[in-house]
């Protein structure tokens, strides 16, 4: 995949309050220029995950696309937030958690989240 500017780029569910509100946290701090955010309701991120294999129909976790590879669940989450300086240690120290609890913590929070944080009918970026 060719990143557009050396970017890269973050899959997220523009309809979901708490990936809105993770993506306007990373606009805010994480350096200028280094992620593009895309929708997965948007067109551009139906055709990411359609010619990576995902599911088109709904999001199970945030998608990071970097030029070491696609990262998902806790692993992508922790690399996103490490490009942060000021959170970079804090994703270290969390990286010692065991994957597999790592992880069963991210899906426990991704399948409760509309729930939990609500939906949200404007998303963070404009995708339509």
Not at 42 to 54: A, C, I, V, Y
């Amino acid at each position: 995949m060719e990143f557009l500017e050396n970017k890269s780029v973050i899959i997220f569910d523009g309809e979901c309050n708490l990936c809105n509100g993770v993506v306007g946290w990373l606009m805010r701090f994480a350096p200028k220029d280094i992620f593009e955010f895309v929708a997965y309701q948007s067109p551009k991120g139906q055709f990411l995950l359609r010619e990576n294999g995902f599911r088109t129909d709904m999001l199970e976790t945030v998608i990071l696309f970097d030029d070491k590879g696609i990262h998902t669940h806790s692993d992508g989450f922790l690399k996103i937030v490490s490009s942060i300086p000021k959170w970079r240690l804090v994703a270290a120290l969390l990286a010692f958690i065991p994957k597999m609890i790592r992880d069963g913590i991210y899906k426990l929070a991704s399948r409760n989240r509309v729930n939990w944080f609500g939906e949200s009918k404007s998303c963070t970026i404009n995708f339509r």
